[in-house]
């Protein structure tokens, strides 16, 4: 059965045979960085709901005024996404894309979709940088690739 193994740098290590790299900056890497402007967080989300990803050139710490249609302004903060909430941005960007969240295929210019991971990435170990406790993009990748919803 396939799994997500991690990458090493250590002397002798080798990729298995017949694995794929779904590290940056292949086509199957997250754009959500862990702790840096791509991995922002608006806190409260703009449906009410706890968080949502904060698509705009913004920091940590950083607030907002948002003012709506109905005249009511609201008030959001802005923070670093948790490892969990990244993965979770990259599952909703992959499964349930949106014009302002979805996923690039970075050579080809065009959405990348759930069939692309179904066609590509089925019964293949993935291989990222994250360590195997964590939360990773590749875990998304692998129940895609398996036919599941993750």
């Not at 609201?74 to 490892?83: A, D, E, G, K, W």
Request: with cysteine; aromatic share 8%.
């Amino acid at each position: 059965m396939a799994q997500r193994l991690q990458l090493s740098r250590q002397k002798g290590w080798r990729m298995p045979t017949g694995a794929v790299v779904v590290a940056r900056p292949t086509v199957w890497g997250s754009p959500f960085g862990y702790r840096t402007y791509t991995g922002l967080a608006r806190v409260p989300a703009l449906d009410g709901s706890a968080w949502e990803y904060e698509g705009r050139l913004s920091a940590d710490g950083m607030q907002h005024n948002m003012h709506h249609a109905d005249g009511t302004v609201t008030l959001h903060r802005v923070r670093y996404m948790t490892r969990e909430e990244i993965v979770e941005t990259y599952r909703r960007a992959l499964c349930e894309p949106t014009p302002q969240l979805r996923l690039w295929h970075r050579v080809e210019r065009r959405p990348l979709s759930v069939e692309d991971v179904r066609r590509e990435l089925a019964g293949k170990d993935l291989l990222c940088w994250c360590r195997s406790d964590q939360p990773c993009h590749g875990d998304v990748l692998l129940a895609v690739a398996r036919g599941e919803n993750p």
